[in-house]
């Protein structure tokens, strides 16, 4: 069945150092890549989206890849804060009229002081 | 409030009781979803109401789960005859605009339900 599913579990990164996670999807026919970030004890907090027209989008110290060729998608956070410490998950809307998604299972990240 | 509230943040109930968890969405917000979210994994998709329209139910693992969202707003998630394997974070979203934004969702701080 389709799914999204991502490269790592888990990623430490130094404090003020650049990170990626990682994302792949198998589903082509996705439009719609959407990335949350889920800081414990809270519910998921939209970080930035990306639809499938584009293949790169920026946002503040956040920019999001998406490579259809291989069905990769990475989000690259810039200048790692203690509060990024958190669980990053990717989610895919497979319907672009519907806005049912399906998420990955997710990475934590964890920033070293 | 300005987020999307949940309640009660947490709850503990036996094996074979009912169960009921709220959801209010943002005011305005035509779009309600539940998700469950088990320890350690991503996001299951539950069900999805939209405007008037008929719910998507597709994602309800069983006949004990059922959704109602009344007034296009308030929604609540009962779950009956609950079984250890129900034990998870129930999560609640909504988001403004109907189908065709792709998916921003604004999500709650989830209802903790554990079952003995």
């Known amino acids: 069945g389709e799914s999204v599913g991502l490269h790592l579990p888990t990623l430490s990164v130094q404090e003020g150092d650049n990170s990626i996670i990682n994302c792949a999807y198998s589903n082509s026919a996705s439009d719609y890549f959407i990335w949350y970030k889920q800081e414990s004890g809270k519910g998921p907090q939209f970080i930035i989206d990306?639809?499938?027209?584009?293949d790169k989008r920026q946002g503040q110290r956040v920019t999001v890849l998406l490579n259809k060729t291989v069905k990769h998608l990475s989000l690259q956070i810039a200048a790692t804060q203690p509060g990024d410490s958190a669980v990053y998950f990717c989610a895919e809307n497979q319907n672009f009229g519907n806005e049912k998604l399906t998420f990955g299972t997710g990475t934590r990240l964890t920033i070293i002081p | 409030g300005a987020g999307v509230s949940q309640s009660p943040s947490n709850k503990v109930t036996e094996k074979g009781k009912d169960v009921e968890l709220r959801c209010d969405p943002i005011?305005?917000?035509?779009?309600l979803y539940w998700y469950r979210q088990s320890l350690g994994q991503g996001l299951e998709f539950l069900i999805y109401f939209q405007g008037n329209s008929a719910p998507d139910k597709s994602g309800l693992p069983s006949d004990r789960f059922s959704a109602e969202r009344t007034g296009g707003s308030v929604s609540t998630l009962t779950i009956q005859r609950t079984q250890q394997e129900d034990s998870a974070v129930y999560l609640c979203?909504?988001?403004?605009?109907?189908?065709?934004?792709?998916?921003?969702?604004?999500f709650g701080s989830g209802t903790q339900l554990s079952v003995l």
């Open positions: 979203a909504s988001s403004l605009v109907a189908g065709g934004t792709g998916g921003k969702l604004f």
């Open positions: 005011s305005g917000h035509t779009a």
């Open positions: 990306i639809r499938s027209n584009m």
